[in-house]
């Protein structure tokens, strides 16, 4: 009976720390936005790695927030479509493309609407191309070499090495391209802490050497620009974009991105544009009482994207029921004083 009794109490202890495997339903989904904070922490050493490691970065300011956005392809340019969503060409049709800010290069180069195409496998997740407009023109680029990101699943102890490469013709400039070798390594699992919670995670070390080439045709003159980038990322269990990222150039840390409180710096304000927010948390709509007759609302997610409104002067009741459910902030408005308001949607 104590030979048992060990046993259930090991099995326990073991179950509740027990490493997990990563498939392509706890990767970044199409449709799907993530909200990240950038910070930084005194706390952060890389070298602590292995299995049933305990990383507490629960010391981690906030510096900014961002918002992860993962489009499905048919919400990319026509153009794009026709170059990775095609069932035609099942090698390069996406399953998700990831939105990227515009990029100036030197007021030279405009690029904009700018995605990271990639293709969610059972046995791997591959980023197949990208699409950017230059002047007008889109240019939706496949990679000559497929980058494999990673095979799935992912278990502590895996890694891969996989090279990659991709050139983009830009009409009447030049040309742009990359190629790299990307290696990972599975080398660690256990709990991670940040200010967002306790998570059961597995860390990949990936290392990527690369080169950007640049050509410009009229000047007859190219550059070749070499780096190396090691990151650091803990994924957990149906969290989609990793919870923590550490980013390292020159073996310095360039980067923290992580999984925030989404409620942490948002404090109640002296009430006097309303009154109360009712039902909270609600489903379909809820009621602002105003205090102030021509108060306007709208309503804003974690991240600070608007969501809904302005309503109109004195509205108070607002329809929420094609809101995803979460936290979100009601902002009230009147005779230039803002107050914020948190509420849940179910």
């Not at 660690?188 to 967002?196: A, C, E, F, N, V």
């Amino acid at each position: 009976m104590k030979r048992l009794l060990l046993g259930i109490l090991l099995l326990s202890v073991f179950s509740g720390t027990a490493q997990i495997s990563i498939d392509k339903d706890d990767l970044p989904q199409a449709g799907q936005e993530y909200y990240r904070s950038n910070g930084t922490s005194n706390s952060i050493d890389v070298s602590v790695t292995g299995p049933n490691s305990t990383w507490d970065y629960s010391d981690l300011q906030r510096n900014s927030r961002d918002t992860l956005i993962y489009n499905t392809v048919s919400q990319t340019p026509l153009f794009y479509q026709f170059q990775f969503n095609s069932p035609l060409d099942p090698t390069y049709k996406a399953t998700e493309a990831r939105y990227a800010d515009d990029i100036d290069l030197g007021g030279f180069i405009q690029m904009t609407n700018n995605y990271f195409f990639s293709k969610s496998e059972t046995s791997k997740w591959s980023e197949v191309g990208i699409g950017t407009t230059v002047s007008g023109i889109p240019l939706p680029t496949k990679y000559s070499d497929i980058k494999v990101k990673l095979n799935l699943p992912i278990q502590f102890g895996d890694q891969n090495t996989d090279t990659y490469a991709y050139e983009m013709t830009i009409p009447a400039v030049g040309v742009m391209g990359q190629e790299g070798t990307l290696t990972y390594e599975v080398d660690g699992w256990g709990s991670l802490i940040t200010p967002g919670g306790t998570f059961q995670t597995l860390r990949v070390k990936t290392t990527t050497v690369k080169s950007d080439t640049i050509y410009i045709n009229l000047a007859q003159f190219g550059i070749r620009i070499p780096s190396t980038e090691v990151t650091y990322d803990w994924y957990a269990s149906n969290e989609g974009f990793p919870v923590l990222t550490v980013t390292e150039q020159l073996g310095a840390i360039t980067s923290v991105v992580y999984l925030d409180d989404p409620v942490s710096g948002v404090t109640e304000p002296t009430k006097s544009l309303y009154e109360s927010v009712f039902p909270n948390p609600a489903k379909n709509k809820i009621n602002v009482t105003l205090s102030t007759k021509n108060t306007v609302l709208s309503v804003w997610s974690i991240s600070g994207n608007q969501v809904i409104g302005p309503t109109a002067s004195g509205t108070s009741q607002i329809d929420i029921s094609n809101l995803t459910p979460g936290i979100y902030l009601i902002k009230a408005e009147a005779n230039a004083q803002i107050e914020w308001m948190k509420f849940v949607k179910n």
